[in-house]
C-alpha cells in the first residue's frame, strides 16, 4: 500500500525474474479508473497462457502437466473460460477438444457470477504446482472489480491450492474502511490467511540524496543541498521525484557542464522554484510547455486508454495536427510512454502520466473532445478494425453523449453499445457488459417500441441476463416491465421471462417465481393445475402409474426428441416450476412431473425428461411403496440422461436418485461419493443451486445416514463449503459440542433462529422441516427429550406434502418413535398418544426393511427393544437390543450401534444390573468417540460416574 507514486508496483516486479529463474510462473493485471475491471483478470490469464504457448517448445514438460491439471479442474469444452480467454483455448487444444455439441449450447446453464468466480478459482488453483510456483500481481486493487475480490477470498478459502502467493497494490489514501477492498481483506484475514502488509512511504532524505548522487554522479556531500531541496519539494515520492529532476534539467536548472565535467545546478533558483504540491498537476504543467502538436498528441493518446497502438492513434488525429512517428518517439524518450516489446503498441509509464496528460484538455470541452474522438475512429475504421477498438470508440462517444441530439446517431450509438455489451458478455465481464446495454437503452427515449423495436428488444434481452448474472435481480424485476408490456409477441417476452423467474428463484422469492410460470404457461397455452387435493393426486397416480407400467424400458429410451417449440418453452418452464414448489408447493411437486412426462411422451423429451421421470420414481417409493417401481424409474432416467448426454442436469438428477430413490434400496454409503460427484460436475457447468443441494445432501447422508466421523468429515468438507456456504455443517458442530454458532462462518449476522424465522415467513416449508429435524435430532442424542417432544410438535407445521421423502426424513420418523417410546415409558396421562405413535413407527420401518434390510433392520430392533420396554417383556427387550447392536455394527452405523449400547445400558440399570450396564455404557462410549461427538461422550462420562459407586469389583 501506499501513495500513487512511491513505487509499490515496482516493488511486487522485483519477485519476477528470480520467480522465473527458478520455473515459477508470474502472472500481472492491471486495474485502470476508466477500463473496464471485470475484464482484467481474464485478459491477465488470456496474456499468460498466450506465453506460454509461445515458449511451448522450451516448456512442453511443463505444458503437458500443466494441461491436466486445468483439464481436472475446469473440464473439458468449457466454453465460458475458453470465450473469454482464446489463448487458454489454443492451449488446451493440444491435449483437450472444445468442441460444444447442440446439444451442450442448446441447453447450457446460465451463466451466474457464482459460476464465473468458481471457475476463476478453479483455474487458477489449477496453475501452481510445487515445481511451478505461481505469483499473482493485481495492481491498483482501489479499481478492482466485485468478481475479482470475491475470487481472491475464494482463492484463499480452498485449503487445496498450494504454491501459491498474491501480491495486491493498492493506493490506501483511495481506501476507505467501507471500501469493498478493506472488507475483502478482512474476510481474508478473519478466516485464518497469513496477509502481510507493506506499506510504501515516500524516501528518506538520505535514500533521496543517495538517488540523486548516484544519479548525478556526485559525491554524497556535494548532493545533499540539492537533494534537501528536491525532497522538501516532492515529499520524497518517487515519481514526482523523477518528473522534478526532468523538469529541472528541461529548464536549465540542472544542466551538465563541459568545463567541469560534472553535473551543475541552481540552487538558488531551484529553491524558489514554485511547484504543484500534486504530481499529476506538476507534470501537467510541464507538459504545456511542449509544443502545440505535442500536447494535441498527449490529449488524443490520453483518450486512448492504458495502452493503444500506433494505428488507432493514427485514426484518432487529423492529418497535420503533428508528426506521429515524432510524437511517439519524444513521449518514448521523455518518458511518459513505454513501447511494449518494440511493437506498436504503447503503454503509458504511470497511470499518473496519462492522466496529466488527459487534464490537459479543458474541463468544458472534454465531452466535445471525447464524442469527437470517438466519432473519428468509427469513421475511419473497417468493420474488422472496428472489432479490435470497438470499447475505444464507444467509451469516448458515451462521455459525449449529452451532445448528440440526432435521433440517427442516437440509434447508432445504441446499436454501438449493444454491440460493445455482446463482445464485453463474450469475455464474461458482465458488469461492464449491463454499463453499455442501461446506456443503449438511455438513448432509446422517444417511441423504441415502435420506431426500433428490434434493437429496443435485443437490448433488453441482453440486459436482462447481464443483470442476473451480476445478481442485481431488483434492477431486473423493474426494468423488464416495459418489454413484458411492449413486445408485440409472447414468443419476444421468453427470454426475459427465462431470467426473471430464475433471478426470483435466485433472490428466494420462490412464491413470485412460481407465479410467474404459471402465468407463462397459461399463455403458452398449456393448462397446468396451481392447486391439489388428494382424490386428484390418487386419480393422477394411477393414471400416471397405467401409463408408464404399459411402456417397457426400451420405448421411454426411445423416444423422439422435441422439436415444437412452444412445446420446448414449456417443458422449460415446467422444469423451473418444478424445481421451486419442491421447497413452496410441495404437494405441487408430483403432479408437475406427471405433467412433464404426458408432454414428452406426446411431443418428445427434452434434457429436461430425465428429471421429471427421477421425480415421478421418487413419488412412487415415497408414496405408494413401490420401490422396484421407483428404482426401475431412477434407472431410466439415468440411462435417458447419458443417451441425451445432458450432463448437465446430472446434479439435480442425482439428488432424486440417491438421496431420494436408492435410498430404499441400496446401501446409504453408496450415495456418497455420488453426491460429491454431482457437486463438482454442476459447478463446472453453472447450475450452483443444485452442485450446492448436492453439498447438502453428502453431509446430510454422512450425518444423519451413515454416522460419518464428524472431524473427518468437517475437514473433508472445508474446500467444498467455503465455496458453498449452505451445506448444513452446525448439525456436526453441535453434536461436537462446539458452540460457535456454525452459520456465522459463511454469512454475517445470520443464526439459525432468523434462518428459521426467514424461511417461515417465505413459506419455504422443506427449509423450515430441516431445521426441525436438526433441532429434533439433536435435542434427541444430547438427552433433551423435552425439547425433542416441544420440536417434534412444532415439526407437524411443516408436513412433508409430496410424500418424496430424503434420507433426513426417513430418521427424523425413526427417532419420532425413540422419542414416543421413551414419553411412554413416563406413565404420564398421555402415555396412550405416545405409544400409538411408537407402534406406529415401528410398523413404518417394518415395512421400510422389507426394502432394505440393510438400512433398516438395526433401527427396526432398536424400536422393538423400546417397545418390549415398555410392554414389560425383559427378555425379549435384552433380545432385540443385542441384535440391534449387531446389526448396526455389520452395516456400519457406528453411531447407531453407540445408541443401541446406550438404549440397553438403560435399560440395564432399571433392571438393577449395574455391572452389566456400565460394560454397555463403555462401549456406547467407544462408538460415540469413533464418531467424533464429543457433547455424547461427555453425557456418556457423567452417566459413568454415577454408575461406578454402584458396581461391584470396579
Given at each position: 500500500?501506499?501513495?500513487?507514486?512511491?513505487?509499490?508496483?515496482?516493488?511486487?516486479?522485483?519477485?519476477?525474474?528470480?520467480?522465473?529463474?527458478?520455473?515459477?510462473?508470474?502472472?500481472?493485471?492491471?486495474?485502470?479508473?476508466?477500463?473496464?475491471?471485470?475484464?482484467?483478470?481474464?485478459?491477465?490469464?488470456?496474456?499468460?497462457?498466450?506465453?506460454?504457448?509461445?515458449?511451448?517448445?522450451?516448456?512442453?514438460?511443463?505444458?503437458?502437466?500443466?494441461?491436466?491439471?486445468?483439464?481436472?479442474?475446469?473440464?473439458?469444452?468449457?466454453?465460458?473460460?475458453?470465450?473469454?480467454?482464446?489463448?487458454?483455448?489454443?492451449?488446451?487444444?493440444?491435449?483437450?477438444?472444445?468442441?460444444?455439441?447442440?446439444?451442450?449450447?442448446?441447453?447450457?446453464?446460465?451463466?451466474?457470477?457464482?459460476?464465473?468466480?468458481?471457475?476463476?478459482?478453479?483455474?487458477?488453483?489449477?496453475?501452481?504446482?510445487?515445481?511451478?510456483?505461481?505469483?499473482?500481481?493485481?495492481?491498483d486493487l482501489q479499481w478492482a472489480d466485485e468478481i475479482t475480490l470475491d475470487v481472491m477470498q475464494m482463492i484463499f478459502n480452498d485449503p487445496e491450492v498450494n504454491h501459491f502467493l498474491l501480491l495486491g497494490a493498492y493506493r490506501d489514501d483511495e481506501v476507505s474502511p467501507s471500501h469493498p477492498l478493506t472488507k475483502t481483506l478482512n474476510d481474508i484475514k478473519r478466516h485464518g490467511t497469513h496477509a502481510v502488509t507493506i506499506s510504501i512511504g515516500p524516501l528518506e532524505k538520505e535514500c533521496v540524496n543517495t538517488l540523486v548522487s548516484e544519479a548525478l554522479h556526485l559525491p554524497p556531500s556535494l548532493s545533499r543541498p540539492l537533494s534537501n531541496v528536491i525532497h522538501a519539494k516532492t515529499g520524497g515520492i518517487i515519481l514526482f521525484l523523477l518528473r522534478f529532476l526532468k523538469s529541472l534539467n528541461d529548464e536549465g536548472l540542472l544542466w551538465f557542464s563541459l568545463s567541469s565535467r560534472r553535473w551543475e545546478f541552481d540552487l538558488k533558483k531551484i529553491r524558489i522554484k514554485q511547484i504543484s504540491p500534486d504530481v499529476v498537476q506538476h507534470m501537467t504543467l510541464n507538459m504545456t510547455r511542449l509544443d502545440k502538436g505535442m500536447q494535441v498528441g498527449l490529449r488524443t493518446a490520453a483518450c486512448l486508454g492504458s495502452n493503444f497502438n500506433a494505428v488507432m492513434l493514427q485514426k484518432a488525429k487529423e492529418v497535420d495536427e503533428y508528426d506521429m512517428d515524432l510524437f511517439l518517439g519524444t513521449c518514448e524518450e521523455d518518458g511518459y510512454l513505454i513501447r511494449i516489446d518494440g511493437s506498436m503498441q504503447f503503454a503509458w509509464a504511470h497511470d499518473q502520466v496519462q492522466q496529466a496528460a488527459y487534464e490537459l484538455i479543458p474541463s468544458d470541452k472534454r465531452e466535445s473532445f471525447h464524442l469527437l474522438l470517438g466519432s473519428r475512429l468509427l469513421m475511419k475504421s473497417s468493420s474488422d478494425e472496428l472489432s479490435n477498438m470497438l470499447f475505444c470508440v464507444v467509451d469516448n462517444m458515451n462521455r459525449g453523449i449529452k451532445l448528440i441530439v440526432s435521433d440517427d446517431q442516437k440509434v447508432e450509438l445504441a446499436s454501438l453499445n449493444l454491440r460493445a455489451a455482446e463482445t464485453a458478455m463474450s469475455f464474461s465481464a458482465f458488469h461492464?457488459?449491463?454499463?453499455?446495454?442501461?446506456?443503449?437503452?438511455?438513448?432509446?427515449?422517444?417511441?423504441?417500441?415502435?420506431?426500433?423495436?428490434?434493437?429496443?428488444?435485443?437490448?433488453?434481452?441482453?440486459?436482462?441476463?447481464?443483470?442476473?448474472?451480476?445478481?442485481?435481480?431488483?434492477?431486473?424485476?423493474?426494468?423488464?416491465?416495459?418489454?413484458?408490456?411492449?413486445?408485440?409477441?409472447?414468443?419476444?417476452?421468453?427470454?426475459?421471462?427465462?431470467?426473471?423467474?430464475?433471478?426470483?428463484?435466485?433472490?428466494?422469492?420462490?412464491?413470485?417465481?412460481?407465479?410467474?410460470?404459471?402465468?407463462?404457461?397459461a399463455q403458452l397455452g398449456e393448462v397446468v393445475p396451481s392447486t391439489t387435493n388428494l382424490e386428484f393426486l390418487h386419480s393422477e397416480t394411477a393414471r400416471m402409474k397405467e401409463m408408464m407400467d404399459g411402456l417397457s424400458d426400451d420405448q421411454l429410451l426411445s423416444l423422439p426428441v422435441v422439436t415444437n417449440a412452444s412445446k420446448m418453452a414449456v417443458l422449460h418452464f415446467l422444469n423451473h416450476l418444478l424445481c421451486q414448489t419442491y421447497f413452496v408447493k410441495p404437494e405441487l411437486f408430483p403432479i408437475l412431473s406427471f405433467h412433464m412426462i404426458d408432454l414428452s411422451i406426446k411431443y418428445g423429451v427434452c434434457n429436461f425428461t430425465p428429471f421429471a421421470i427421477a421425480v415421478y420414481g421418487a413419488f412412487l417409493v415415497g408414496a405408494m411403496s413401490d420401490n422396484e417401481g421407483g428404482y426401475r424409474m431412477g434407472r431410466v432416467a439415468m440411462e435417458l440422461m447419458k443417451r441425451m448426454n445432458a450432463i448437465e442436469i446430472i446434479p439435480r438428477l442425482y439428488i432424486i436418485i440417491y438421496s431420494m430413490i436408492n435410498i430404499w434400496k441400496e446401501p446409504f454409503q453408496a450415495s456418497l461419493n455420488k453426491h460429491l460427484e454431482a457437486f463438482d460436475i454442476g459447478a463446472h457447468r453453472g447450475d450452483m443451486e443444485f452442485a450446492i443441494s448436492c453439498l447438502f445432501h453428502y453431509v446430510n447422508v454422512s450425518i444423519y445416514g451413515c454416522g460419518v466421523n464428524f472431524e473427518t468429515l468437517i475437514n473433508y468438507i472445508q474446500s467444498y463449503a467455503k465455496r458453498a456456504v449452505k451445506c448444513r455443517q452446525h448439525l456436526a458442530f453441535d453434536f461436537m459440542g462446539v458452540e460457535e454458532n456454525a452459520y456465522s462462518l459463511y454469512f454475517t449476522g445470520m443464526t439459525e433462529d432468523s434462518c428459521f424465522d426467514t424461511a417461515s415467513r417465505n413459506n419455504q416449508v422443506s427449509v423450515c422441516r430441516y431445521i426441525c429435524q436438526k433441532r429434533k435430532h439433536v435435542a434427541f442424542w444430547t438427552g433433551d427429550m423435552d425439547v425433542a417432544a416441544e420440536v417434534y410438535e412444532l415439526s407437524k407445521m411443516f408436513p412433508l406434502g409430496s410424500n418424496v421423502k430424503i434420507l433426513s426424513d426417513l430418521i427424523a420418523t425413526f427417532i419420532d418413535g425413540l422419542i414416543a417410546f421413551y414419553f411412554a415409558r413416563k406413565q404420564r396421562s398421555?402415555?396412550?398418544?405416545?405409544?400409538?405413535?411408537?407402534?406406529?413407527?415401528?410398523?413404518?420401518?417394518?415395512?421400510?426393511?422389507?426394502?432394505?434390510?440393510?438400512?433398516?433392520?438395526?433401527?427396526?430392533?432398536?424400536?422393538?427393544?423400546?417397545?418390549?420396554?415398555?410392554?414389560?417383556?425383559?427378555?425379549?427387550?435384552?433380545?432385540?437390543?443385542?441384535?440391534?447392536?449387531?446389526?448396526?455394527?455389520?452395516?456400519?452405523?457406528?453411531?447407531?450401534?453407540?445408541?443401541?449400547?446406550?438404549?440397553?445400558?438403560?435399560?440395564?440399570?432399571?433392571?438393577?444390573?449395574?455391572?452389566?450396564?456400565?460394560?454397555?455404557?463403555?462401549?456406547?462410549?467407544?462408538?460415540?468417540?469413533?464418531?467424533?461427538?464429543?457433547?455424547?461422550?461427555?453425557?456418556?462420562?457423567?452417566?459413568?460416574?454415577?454408575?461406578?459407586?454402584?458396581?461391584?469389583?470396579?
Open positions: 500500500t501506499g501513495y500513487p507514486g512511491t513505487g509499490k508496483s515496482t516493488l511486487a516486479s522485483q519477485i519476477k525474474k528470480p520467480l522465473l529463474d527458478r520455473d515459477g510462473f508470474f502472472i500481472e493485471g492491471k486495474f485502470h479508473q476508466t477500463a473496464c475491471p471485470d475484464t482484467v483478470l481474464s485478459t491477465a490469464l488470456n496474456n499468460f497462457f498466450g506465453s506460454l504457448i509461445e515458449n511451448g517448445s522450451i516448456l512442453s514438460e511443463r505444458l503437458t502437466s500443466l494441461r491436466w491439471r486445468i483439464h481436472d479442474a475446469i473440464g473439458s469444452g468449457n466454453s465460458l473460460l475458453m470465450d473469454a480467454m482464446p489463448n487458454l483455448r489454443k492451449l488446451m487444444a493440444e491435449e483437450t477438444s472444445t468442441t460444444q455439441t447442440s446439444s451442450d449450447r442448446s441447453h447450457a446453464m446460465p451463466c451466474t457470477s457464482h459460476r464465473l468466480k468458481f471457475m476463476f478459482c478453479n483455474l487458477i488453483g489449477a496453475i501452481p504446482c510445487k515445481v511451478n510456483p505461481l505469483v499473482l500481481f493485481l495492481d461492464s457488459a449491463s454499463r453499455y446495454l442501461m446506456t443503449g437503452l438511455s438513448l432509446l427515449q422517444h417511441d423504441p417500441w415502435e420506431k426500433n423495436y428490434s434493437l429496443t428488444l435485443r437490448l433488453y434481452n441482453a440486459v436482462s441476463e447481464a443483470l442476473y448474472v451480476t445478481g442485481d435481480f431488483s434492477r431486473l424485476t423493474s426494468l423488464v416491465e416495459k418489454p413484458l408490456q411492449f413486445a408485440r409477441c409472447f414468443e419476444d417476452k421468453l427470454n426475459i421471462y427465462y431470467y426473471l423467474v430464475r433471478s426470483y428463484a435466485a433472490s428466494g422469492q420462490l412464491e413470485e417465481g412460481i407465479a410467474t410460470c404459471f402465468r407463462v404457461l398421555d402415555e396412550a398418544k405416545w405409544r400409538a405413535i411408537g407402534e406406529s413407527v415401528l410398523a413404518t420401518l417394518e415395512k421400510w426393511e422389507e426394502g432394505s434390510t440393510w438400512n433398516f433392520r438395526n433401527k427396526r430392533f432398536l424400536l422393538e427393544a423400546e417397545l418390549n420396554f415398555l410392554k414389560g417383556d425383559h427378555q425379549m427387550t435384552m433380545h432385540c437390543y443385542t441384535e440391534s447392536i449387531k446389526a448396526a455394527h455389520a452395516h456400519r452405523f457406528y453411531h447407531e450401534e453407540g445408541l443401541a449400547y446406550e438404549k440397553a445400558a438403560t435399560f440395564l440399570l432399571h433392571e438393577s444390573d449395574h455391572n452389566r450396564a456400565l460394560d454397555y455404557f463403555l462401549n456406547a462410549k467407544k462408538c460415540y468417540e469413533a464418531w467424533g461427538a464429543h457433547a455424547l461422550i461427555v453425557r456418556i462420562d457423567m452417566a459413568i460416574a454415577v454408575l461406578l459407586p454402584l458396581c461391584a469389583d470396579t
